[in-house]
């Protein structure tokens, strides 16, 4: 395999990976909105909340599955090609192991797009913001994994990984602080 098949490759496993965190992202925005609704009057929660549950079953089926399973796809290709580089790099067991966590974080995800499909989402808005903060804390991982592989200390790493999730947890608080002002 010649250089250019492996970069075409490696181009549509990145165009995926965008997708399905582009759909990962707005899919848990709508469980906001839907959860959201349910404080609404009967009749614009009942129309809010259809319309919802509309939004994010095309999202989740048309778009962010479908996403995922090419960039798993593309993903497992590379690795198949290249293997005894990238199955020998710590920087890539490493990444896979962050990988599987986002595949749990997607099906659970599922999971919550079945429960208001039911009428049981349970989580409030505020658990659903944090919620959507663990799938930008793996995204942070996961490309400062590939693109500095195995340049970045554990110590440094760890002191990111936590300066991130600090920093998120501290904009999800301004933010609730600033909505609670303008209510």
Excluded: C
């Amino acid at each position: 395999m010649t250089y250019q098949s492996y970069d075409f490759i490696k181009a549509l496993h990145l165009i995926f990976v965008v997708s399905w965190f582009a759909g990962l992202f707005y899919m848990v925005r709508l469980f906001i909105y839907f959860r959201e609704a349910a404080d609404k009057p009967i009749t614009e929660k009942e129309i809010l909340q259809k319309q919802f549950i509309i939004m994010m079953q095309r999202l989740w089926w048309i778009i962010t599955t479908p996403a995922m399973v090419l960039t798993v796809v593309f993903g497992t290709w590379m690795i198949a090609l290249n293997a005894t580089y990238l199955l020998h790099s710590p920087w890539m067991h490493l990444k896979l192991g962050f990988v599987v966590l986002l595949l749990a974080y997607h099906f659970y995800s599922q999971k919550l797009l079945r429960n208001a499909e039911a009428d049981k989402l349970g989580w409030t808005s505020n658990q659903l913001r944090i919620w959507n903060e663990v799938a930008t804390l793996l995204l942070v991982i996961i490309v400062f994994l590939v693109v500095l592989k195995s340049r970045l200390g554990w110590i440094g790493g760890t002191i990111g990984f936590f300066s991130v999730g600090i920093a998120l947890m501290l904009g999800i608080k301004l933010y609730k602080k600033l909505r609670k002002t303008q209510a």
